[in-house]
């Protein structure tokens, strides 16, 4: 499996999985169409479907577009998110497969919008990885735009918190540099999100992406994942995950870093 990220617009990412023994692929939230076909064409691969994450027009506004250039192409989405273009719907739980060895699984994680579909991706004996969206991104999380604390809570802790530590997280922005500079605002004392802000400073330095990130990286510096600690909430006051989550979202609204 080989995972190609393509910047589209400001700070998106859009994405192509490539079942690299039958050179089949699909395309996460393509709002350039043209782009990532173009970047498809250029790997020689044979683009079979779109997976989109949620229905905001940064994410599924390519989707038309791309059926009109790649005729009798899939487009999933989940069922109850109002996906533009969507052929086939999802819920939670739903299997895809992409050639002959990557499989993917649909993971409900609502809260940015109420049908907002995370996308776990595992091949053979390589490390799993995880399309994110909106939901996760790297040091941070998505807007309650739509959605309530509890769900993030469930989205981010639960559901993505309990996939493998070593998978992959590709999310949809790059908002990394901000996000750990903010995480550290409220856990100033963690020496593991101080040193990933170098990181990331260095790589923006380079005009290099910061993805991808892993659940565990997620797990250490995040503070969106780390609501379960008890300094943690101490810290900003609450006395639950669902509490604290809230807080620091709220705290994050209003933040100019």
Same mark, same amino acid.
């Given at each position: 499996?080989?995972?190609?990220?393509?910047?589209?617009?400001?700070?998106?990412?859009?994405?192509?999985?490539?079942?690299?023994?039958?050179?089949?692929?699909?395309?996460?939230?393509?709002?350039?169409?043209?782009?990532?076909?173009?970047?498809?064409?250029?790997?020689?691969?044979?683009?079979?479907?779109?997976?989109?994450?949620?229905?905001?027009?940064?994410?599924?506004?390519?989707?038309?577009?791309?059926?009109?250039?790649?005729?009798?192409?899939?487009?999933?989405?989940?069922?109850?998110?109002?996906?533009?273009?969507?052929?086939? &719907? #999802?819920?939670?739980?739903?299997?895809?497969?992409? %050639?002959?060895?990557?499989? !993917?699984? @649909?993971?409900?994680?609502?809260?940015?919008?109420?049908?907002?579909?995370?996308?776990?991706?595992?091949?053979?004996?390589?490390?799993?990885?995880?399309?994110?969206?909106?939901?996760?991104?790297?040091?941070?999380?998505?807007?309650?735009?739509?959605?309530?604390?509890?769900?993030?809570?469930?989205?981010?802790?639960?559901?993505?918190?309990?996939?493998?530590?070593?998978?992959?997280?590709?999310?949809?922005?790059?908002?990394?540099?901000?996000?750990?500079?903010?995480?550290?605002?409220?856990?100033?004392?963690?020496?593991?999100?101080?040193? &990933? #802000?170098?990181?990331?400073?260095?790589?923006?330095? %380079?005009?290099?992406?910061? !993805?991808? @990130?892993?659940?565990?990286?997620?797990?250490?510096?995040?503070?969106?994942?780390?609501?379960?600690?008890?300094?943690?909430?101490?810290?900003?006051?609450?006395?639950?995950?669902?509490?604290?989550?809230?807080?620091?979202?709220?705290?994050?609204?209003?933040?100019?870093?």
């Amino acid at each position: 499996m080989k995972i190609l990220h393509i910047p589209c617009l400001g700070d998106n990412y859009a994405y192509l999985i490539i079942d690299e023994s039958s050179k089949e692929a699909a395309a996460v939230d393509p709002v350039e169409p043209e782009k990532v076909l173009g970047v498809a064409n250029e790997n020689g691969v044979d683009l079979k479907m779109v997976l989109t994450t949620h229905h905001h027009w940064d994410h599924a506004g390519g989707n038309e577009r791309m059926k009109q250039l790649v005729p009798g192409i899939k487009v999933y989405g989940g069922s109850i998110d109002n996906v533009k273009g969507c052929t086939d &719907k #999802l819920e939670n739980g739903d299997k895809l497969t992409l %050639g002959a060895d990557v499989n !993917i699984l @649909s993971l409900h994680t609502p809260c940015h919008t109420n049908g907002h579909i995370s996308y776990y991706v595992t091949c053979k004996e390589e490390d799993p990885a995880v399309f994110t969206g909106d939901t996760l991104f790297i040091a941070g999380c998505g807007r309650f735009f739509e959605g309530t604390a509890e769900q993030m809570y469930q989205s981010l802790c639960v559901t993505l918190g309990s996939l493998p530590k070593p998978t992959r997280v590709y999310c949809g922005h790059e908002y990394t540099l901000k996000n750990l500079q903010f995480a550290l605002t409220v856990e100033p004392e963690n020496a593991k999100t101080a040193q &990933k #802000l170098s990181w990331a400073q260095n790589q923006q330095k %380079g005009n290099l992406p910061t !993805i991808p @990130s892993t659940i565990e990286e997620e797990l250490e510096t995040n503070p969106f994942m780390r609501v379960d600690l008890p300094e943690l909430r101490t810290r900003v006051g609450c006395h639950s995950s669902v509490e604290t989550i809230q807080e620091i979202r709220r705290r994050k609204d209003h933040w100019r870093g």
